[in-house]
């Protein structure tokens, strides 16, 4: 496919809805100690393989203020700490967990307060207060005119490949647990909520989630190999602030969960 000739703006808005997708290495990682942390730490993904940098990777986006990640303990538990000023940006691991292996996804996350006017269906207001991402492999030979083009512009501007899909996990404002909500730059990015509204603030919750079953839920498909995994917090769209608490992540093969 051809590039387009596009104006410096609107590359850097394609390439911004590019690296949405998985944190990708459009900037160099931001030296942050966030592998050093006990949250890293205690984040595994067997029986997955890691692709170097085998680490956690804070990946600014272009353009964007930086979410400011840090590891702490809260409530006897470790976890990271994201806080974003008018920012958005990415804590990414890159993985390789083939299909035939795939499990599911323990995690946990802690929001004291929504983002009042945002709107994960709308491009002007698409901000979350937590967002934990799965990339996935695919036939990108599939991919519609408008996303063959951000993927050869992302290719191009980034060195590196769009992800065929990507499912984020999200707490939406309004739209009930269970809902998907498509990206407004792409639909090889779609959304599932897994929380609504205020009811639950301020507290930890726990999730185990089956991600073949909610990848097909999603995308209406099987899912290939998963090849990366990240958490990100951002408010660049609404120009506010929010904060939130990521608990470690933790990827279970159906064999250990069946005590093979």
Not at 170 to 188: E, Q
Request: hydrophobic share 40%; with cysteine; glycine share 6%.
């Amino acid at each position: 496919m051809r590039l387009k000739v596009v104006r410096s703006g609107a590359c850097a808005a394609i390439a911004s809805a590019a690296a949405f997708l998985a944190g990708c290495a459009c900037a160099p990682p931001a030296v942050d100690g966030i592998a050093a942390t006990e949250w890293a730490q205690a984040s595994r993904f067997a029986p997955g393989k890691l692709v170097p940098p085998p680490r956690w990777e804070h990946m600014p986006l272009p353009g964007k203020a930086q979410v400011r990640f840090v590891g702490v303990h809260n409530d006897d538990r470790a976890a990271l700490s994201a806080t974003a000023e008018s920012a958005a940006s990415v804590v990414r691991q890159r993985v390789r967990i083939e299909p035939d292996v795939l499990g599911r996804l323990r995690f946990s996350w802690k929001v004291p307060q929504l983002i009042e006017t945002a709107d994960l269906a709308t491009r002007e207001a698409d901000d979350a207060p937590v967002r934990v991402i799965l990339a996935f492999e695919g036939d990108r030979s599939r991919f519609s005119p408008k996303d063959a083009l951000l993927s050869e512009l992302m290719r191009t501007l980034m060195g590196e490949e769009m992800p065929y899909a990507t499912l984020m996990y999200v707490w939406c404002n309004k739209r009930p647990p269970g809902s998907v909500v498509r990206s407004p730059r792409t639909d090889r990015i779609r959304k599932l909520v897994l929380e609504s509204g205020p009811g639950r603030l301020g507290q930890w919750i726990d999730y185990d989630r089956d991600l073949r079953a909610d990848f097909q839920r999603a995308f209406g498909e099987r899912p290939s190999a998963l090849i990366g995994i990240a958490v990100m917090t951002d408010s660049d769209n609404t120009r506010s602030t929010t904060n939130a608490l990521y608990g470690p992540l933790r990827h279970v093969s159906p064999a250990a969960r069946d005590g093979r």
